[in-house]
């Protein structure tokens, strides 16, 4: 059930006074769109992020990378000495050889840097993701993201391996400075180290919202760390006829009437950005309910977009008692009743995400895109790798996924347009044109931007397909069947991987037995008028190139369809199917980049292109908000 919406991603920072001890820190934050929430407090413009200050004295829940979840009032943030660091350091790398490579508190090395310098410092630590050292011969501590540092030579002329240095980091690995303190309700503090926290919630008072955040890095004393804000209200929001905001998502937006208010409840046909595109895309509502016998449906353009809607059609689904119903990508509906839960679930990293992802509970593993290094093919890539105890002899299952993108994949998207500036229409006119051209798009967007699904067969993984763009305002349910008889002995191992920072996984569930029974009946159109009231009736009922043309925030439709009786000791769920297709208004006044579009054709050019840029902006915010050196 979408009972929550999610308004906004957004992206936390710890501001720490380096090797300071003391608890009145604030976290600072990067927020995408939902900003009518945060009062008049200033705010920053990154990429497509907002930088805003959370307080401290927030309850808030630590999910460690083993899975174990720690809670208590955030008080601020400390930092070890350089003493006490250095003694946790070398009782961690003296617990295994492999650890050998890394170096020793007070080395003297060489550092190389992507901007071509080299200099000779002594290390202190590694923090986060940040190197931690004094300049030659200086007494000032100096931090610098790794992901500016080219090669570190030790002084017998060793370099520290950097591929295994990231991936040491990436895990509960190498001990962090900075450390967040906890308050407990009898007021004890305790202090939970920064390179073991996964992901975190706290409680947001001034909208009732609960913060999802996943720590990151450290740029100019700041530590970052992306985070998700969702609703938390006990009853869905009213209708409020909104305001365009940058970044919120794209395509049409579909409000159910809830028997007393219009809520949203499907952002439809995402990524169907040029007329050969258009497609027709199926999705559960959860909020729509009869009202005399009817249900009422009202479809928005709320982006700075023109809509072309060619057909609505709602589904009642009548199913068996304690099933779920979802759609594959193709509109195939599915009943499943013996849904299962991952026996085991890890990032890139090798954390462990089992607790976020084994159930429908609007808990998102999320990817992280902060504070990578764009000319490393691992760091630009992201995901999850899963595993489910299946039944011998099983010929087939299901694989449900509840999953829904960053509102940084939104930015990403409209950001495709806006390099294509002024010649924005002869690119659409050559991929509604040419279909080598439009099947070479639509490969690129596959690799860099959906979310791959890979199967072990035993000895190799082998593509599943993939999950199609969702948009980043609302979660969504998609089934994919498997074909058991292809995956070898054992338990079934499935890995979704993308570009690092778009996607948002909820739930991957299994169900390896027989679907429910069901019965589906499309629910006839009483009624379909825009908002001059005309009549839009023989529009939506069926895909035929006559479109309803949402070209500005102030178009909008109201349809009501009458309910079929239902079915006797069943349940009822609503599927509705939309087929369009949308075009964004793009930058007509800015210079072409096509050179830059065309390298995208490349795999991972798109992924390190939009990192770089993150990175430089972000790195460029925080020098401003940093505490001079």
């Given at each position: 059930m979408k009972n929550r919406l999610w308004s906004f991603l957004t992206a936390a920072a710890f501001m720490v006074v380096l090797f300071g001890q003391f608890t009145g820190c604030s976290i600072t934050g990067l927020v995408v769109g939902g900003l009518s929430d945060l009062?008049?407090?200033?705010?920053?413009?990154?990429?497509g992020w907002t930088i805003e200050s959370v307080?401290?004295?927030?309850?808030?829940?630590?999910?460690?990378?083993?899975?174990?979840?720690?809670?208590?009032?955030?008080?601020?943030?400390?930092s070890l000495t350089p003493e006490q660091y250095a003694e946790r350091y070398r009782l961690w790398r003296g617990q295994d050889p492999e650890r050998a490579f890394l170096p020793d508190p007070g080395e003297i090395l060489t550092e190389s840097t992507t901007r071509g310098t080299t200099e000779t410092i002594e290390f202190i630590a590694f923090d986060s993701n940040d190197l931690v050292f004094h300049e030659n011969g200086k007494t000032k501590i100096t931090r610098q993201a790794l992901s500016r540092v080219q090669a570190l030579k030790r002084a017998d002329g060793r370099f520290v391996d950097k591929a295994k240095l990231t991936q040491v980091l990436a895990g509960a690995g190498i001990p962090s400075l900075q450390q967040v303190r906890l308050r407990t309700p009898d007021v004890k503090y305790f202090d939970v180290p920064l390179n073991e926290i996964a992901q975190a919630e706290v409680a947001n008072r001034r909208n009732g919202a609960a913060n999802g955040f996943l720590v990151g890095l450290m740029v100019d004393g700041a530590i970052v760390a992306?985070?998700?804000?969702?609703?938390?209200m006990k009853s869905p929001a009213p209708y409020v006829a909104p305001t365009p905001v940058a970044g919120k998502g794209s395509c049409p937006f579909v409000y159910s009437f809830d028997g007393r208010d219009y809520v949203l409840d499907s952002e439809t046909f995402s990524g169907a950005v040029v007329r050969s595109a258009q497609r027709a895309d199926w999705d559960n509502l959860d909020h729509v309910k009869a009202v005399e016998g009817v249900y009422r449906l009202r479809v928005r353009n709320e982006m700075p977009e023109v809509q072309y809607i060619d057909a609505m059609k709602l589904l009642a689904v009548d199913h068996e008692h304690g099933t779920v119903v979802a759609p594959e990508f193709n509109g195939t509906l599915h009943a499943l009743k013996s849904l299962k839960n991952p026996i085991r679930a890890e990032d890139a990293a090798g954390n462990n995400v089992l607790p976020v992802i084994g159930e429908k509970d609007d808990r998102f593993w999320t990817s992280n895109p902060f504070n990578r290094d764009p000319d490393d093919p691992a760091q630009v890539r992201d995901g999850l790798t899963v595993e489910f105890q299946r039944p011998a002899g099983a010929p087939s299952g299901h694989l449900l996924f509840t999953v829904q993108n960053t509102a940084w994949a939104a930015y990403a998207e409209a950001y495709l347009s806006r390099i294509a500036g002024s010649r924005l229409c002869d690119w659409r006119a050559l991929m509604d044109a040419s279909a080598p051209a439009r099947e070479a798009y639509q490969r690129t967007v596959t690799r860099e931007a959906m979310l791959g699904l890979e199967i072990w067969n035993g000895n190799v993984w082998t593509s599943?397909?993939?999950?199609?763009?969702?948009?980043?305002?609302?979660?969504?349910?998609?089934?994919?069947p498997v074909d058991l008889s292809k995956c070898g002995p054992g338990p079934l191992r499935v890995r979704m991987e993308s570009t690092a920072g778009l996607w948002m996984i909820d739930r991957v569930q299994a169900d390896f037995g027989a679907e429910g029974a069901f019965t589906s009946a499309e629910c006839p159109l009483l009624e379909a008028k825009d908002q001059n009231g005309r009549d839009l009736r023989d529009v939506m009922r069926a895909s035929d190139k006559d479109y309803f043309v949402l070209s500005s925030s102030a178009d909008q439709a109201d349809l009501a369809f009458r309910a079929p009786a239902p079915a006797r000791t069943m349940e009822r769920s609503f599927i509705l199917m939309t087929d369009g297709y949308y075009?964004?208004?793009?930058?007509?006044q800015d210079k072409p980049q096509m050179e830059l579009l065309a390298s995208f054709n490349a795999p991972g050019a798109f992924g390190r292109h939009m990192l770089r840029m993150l990175n430089d902006e972000l790195g460029r915010a925080f020098s401003i908000a940093a505490p001079a050196k």
């Open positions: 009062g008049k407090s200033s705010t920053r413009t990154v990429t307080k401290p004295g927030t309850e808030i829940s630590l999910m460690a990378k083993d899975g174990s979840v720690r809670r208590g009032v955030f008080s601020g943030m400390i992306a985070a998700l804000i969702v609703s938390a599943a397909g993939s999950i199609w763009f969702v948009g980043p305002s609302l979660s969504k349910d998609i089934v994919v075009l964004s208004n793009g930058a007509p």
